[in-house]
């Protein structure tokens, strides 16, 4: 099976601006977490979907928003930029009723 | 108190030997447990999973959870310069969110 696919792997953008990350799960699994990652503050949990249904949220600010779509795959978007949001995003996706996660390649988000 | 905690480390081993990672967790009812390997630049790649107490082996990796001390840990035998990395405790409550340790840097010493 292919794995979790994220794009775009790279990004740069300046402050105010907002982002769009995607994500594609592998096959079968319909569910799908974000994840922040940053030296300081290690890997923080954003949110988790679920047959396109937010399940869980971590606690970042309503600028950090997510959907999902039938098939499964995933977007995130952050708005109005700042520079702290400069991280790795990882999202992870799992098979119904188990806990165990696998991650894509993450994308890397620069804030000028 | 942090939910998931773990020595940032650099925990350094000469190679061969045992590496030794430490995690403990706050909440009495954490049922699965996760051990993370994540390389420099890479995303994180699951190693270990462990959901009752007592010790789980695969391969040179052991696994140790103690619920009553609420403390899980993982054994590296025969560590390898390829081992290593950061590794990175997660802890889990059924279908819940998963709490992510800031992860343990481990360098091998050939």
């Known amino acids: 099976k292919a794995g979790v696919t994220q794009t775009p792997r790279y990004l740069i953008k300046t402050r105010g601006q907002q982002v769009t990350l995607s994500c594609s799960p592998i096959?079968?699994?319909?569910?799908v977490s974000w994840y922040q990652q940053t030296p300081g503050q290690g890997l923080q949990f954003l949110f988790e979907?679920?047959?396109?249904?937010?399940?869980n949220k971590g606690n970042f600010p309503g600028r950090f928003s997510g959907r999902q779509f039938s098939n499964s795959r995933s977007e995130m978007n952050v708005s109005t930029l700042e520079l702290g949001d400069s991280a790795l995003y990882l999202c992870?996706?799992?098979?119904?009723?188990?806990?165990?996660?696998?991650f894509g390649p993450g994308t890397r988000l620069t804030v000028l | 108190q942090k939910e998931v905690e773990q020595n940032s480390g650099p925990l350094s081993v000469p190679e061969g030997a045992i590496a030794s990672l430490n995690c403990t967790y706050s909440?009495?009812?954490?049922?699965?447990f996760f051990w993370y390997r994540q390389y420099s630049g890479k995303s994180p790649e699951l190693i270990m999973s462990?959901?009752?107490?007592g010790d789980k082996e695969d391969g040179r990796f052991t696994a140790q959870l103690n619920k009553a001390s609420q403390y899980v840990s993982l054994l590296i035998r025969d560590s390898q310069p390829s081992d290593s990395a950061t590794y990175l405790c997660?802890?889990?409550?059924?279908?819940?969110?998963?709490?992510f340790g800031t992860g343990t840097k481990l360098q091998v010493i050939p």
């Open positions: 992870a996706s799992r098979q119904d009723y188990t806990d165990t996660q696998y």
């Open positions: 096959s079968g699994h319909r569910s």
């Open positions: 979907y679920f047959s396109e249904t937010q399940r």
């Open positions: 909440d009495r009812v954490s049922q699965s």
């Open positions: 462990i959901y009752s107490n």
């Open positions: 997660a802890v889990t409550r059924g279908y819940q969110k998963v709490t």
